[in-house]
């Protein structure tokens, strides 16, 4: 994927930093709109997953909606051009001032979860004189299949409501009056590959649905969240996600009555192929029963191996020698500080540069200043090219 000419850039540029590829960027996003936009489907695009101002450009210039789980990502897509009517506002901590950024814009949904929440939003709102948009996140308890941490949708999770709650729901909705129910809201967990959840996700809508249906509630909108993985494994095999056989599995699987929207939020599926961290080698050790490759990017760049175990596959750019096995470690004082452990790569020396695959979303974003090191440089396709 990285050309020879493109690596002679890379060679003089500080190392680490990110690199966006944006064609492939743009072209997920021609996949969703071919897919998913042009089927019906609304998308917004999480920003959590990576808020840097070219790709929310790119994103917003395709159209796509925004899904905020965080005042200050209100405003930051406010500021990059999207409308407040396309933008959706989860989380369940919301604190005052942030619940104000949002009836203060009128934005598309907040998606509220607790009960607690919907009376707290329902007096702000009154106080600022204005009816907020509300979609419920319910917790549907299906196991996601994914690591345990990135896991949201089953009731040990402290995400959304239960539906055992549904009938106190019904019963308070009537005095909340400075709230418009407008939908419900769902989002499982993250890295999801095997469908099996998000067919089981779609079974537990269609009855939960009903139920507001029969209190006579009429939902303009369902929001089935995000979730949809990425192949960290082979990135260059599939640098766009099977979009086609998602939306399908939607189209499949969900009731949906006339004139009722979906809304999906859709964040690593679209971001996280276009961004690689390129990282040069520092030094080489033998050690007892490995070798261990020193990178000079660690846990201060790309969080995810320390805290889900993630692997992202670590390609060599500058060597083609024979194969060594190699632990690929960061240079921070933490032993989770590791990319990758016995690997097999081509034979490295202090200098190499390596790149870290589908690091575009939640890398850069995650990013910290532990040990005091200083933000990482981020250039994309269309200047080195
Ligand atoms: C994080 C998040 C998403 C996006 O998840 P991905 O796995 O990146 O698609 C969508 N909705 C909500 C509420 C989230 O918190």
């Known amino acids: 994927?990285?050309?020879?000419?493109?690596?002679?850039?890379?060679?003089?540029?500080?190392?680490?930093?990110?690199?966006?590829?944006?064609?492939?960027?743009?072209?997920?996003?021609?996949?969703?709109?071919?897919?998913?936009?042009?089927?019906?489907?609304?998308?917004?695009?999480?920003?959590?997953?990576?808020?840097?101002?070219?790709?929310?450009?790119?994103?917003?210039?395709?159209?796509?909606?925004?899904?905020?789980?965080?005042?200050?990502?209100?405003?930051?897509?406010?500021?990059?051009?999207?409308?407040?009517?396309?933008?959706?506002?989860?989380?369940?901590?919301?604190?005052?001032?942030?619940?104000?950024?949002?009836?203060?814009y009128n934005i598309f949904s907040f998606n509220c979860e607790s009960l607690q929440e919907l009376s707290v939003l329902n007096e702000l709102a009154s106080e600022a004189g204005k009816k907020a948009?509300?979609?419920?996140?319910?917790?549907?308890?299906?196991?996601?299949?994914?690591?345990?941490?990135?896991?949201?949708?089953?009731?040990?999770?402290?995400?959304?409501?239960?539906?055992?709650?549904?009938?106190?729901?019904?019963?308070?909705?009537?005095?909340?009056?400075?709230?418009?129910?407008?939908?419900?809201?769902?989002?499982?967990?993250?890295?999801?590959?095997?469908?099996?959840?998000?067919?089981?996700?779609?079974?537990?809508?269609n009855i939960i649905r009903e139920q507001f249906e029969q209190e006579g509630i009429e939902l303009e909108h369902l929001n089935l969240g995000g979730g949809f993985g990425i192949n960290y494994d082979h990135p260059d095999k599939e640098p766009i996600p099977d979009f086609k056989h998602f939306f399908e599995l939607f189209s499949q699987n969900l009731d949906v009555s006339k004139n009722q929207q979906v809304h999906f939020e859709l964040g690593r599926s679209i971001v996280g192929q276009c961004g690689n961290l390129i990282s040069k080698v520092l030094f080489v050790k033998k050690g007892i029963s490995t070798n261990f490759a020193i990178i000079d990017a660690g846990m201060t760049e790309l969080i995810r191996p320390a805290l889900y175990q993630a692997k992202h596959r670590v390609d060599v750019l500058t060597s083609s020698k024979s194969k060594k096995y190699y632990d690929v470690v960061g240079p921070i004082c933490e032993t989770s500080d590791t990319f990758r452990k016995d690997i097999e790569l081509p034979e490295l020396q202090r200098g190499d540069l390596v790149a870290i695959r589908s690091a575009g979303a939640y890398g850069e974003v995650m990013s910290s200043n532990f040990n005091l090191r200083e933000k990482v440089n981020t250039y994309y396709s269309d200047e080195l090219l």
């Open 1 to 104: 994927m990285m050309n020879p000419e493109l690596v002679n850039k890379f060679r003089t540029l500080q190392t680490p930093f990110y690199y966006y590829d944006l064609d492939l960027l743009r072209n997920t996003l021609d996949n969703i709109q071919k897919h998913g936009i042009d089927k019906g489907y609304h998308i917004h695009f999480a920003v959590k997953a990576n808020f840097n101002h070219r790709l929310l450009q790119i994103i917003r210039d395709a159209g796509l909606g925004i899904d905020c789980v965080s005042g200050p990502e209100i405003e930051r897509a406010i500021e990059a051009g999207f409308k407040p009517e396309q933008i959706a506002f989860a989380g369940v901590g919301k604190t005052d001032d942030e619940i104000r950024t949002g009836l203060k």
């Open 133 to 205: 948009n509300v979609a419920v996140r319910l917790n549907p308890n299906i196991k996601a299949k994914t690591h345990k941490y990135i896991t949201t949708g089953l009731t040990e999770n402290k995400f959304g409501i239960t539906p055992d709650k549904l009938p106190e729901l019904f019963k308070i909705l009537p005095e909340l009056k400075s709230l418009n129910l407008k939908g419900i809201h769902f989002h499982i967990g993250s890295q999801i590959r095997d469908m099996e959840p998000f067919r089981q996700l779609c079974e537990k809508i």
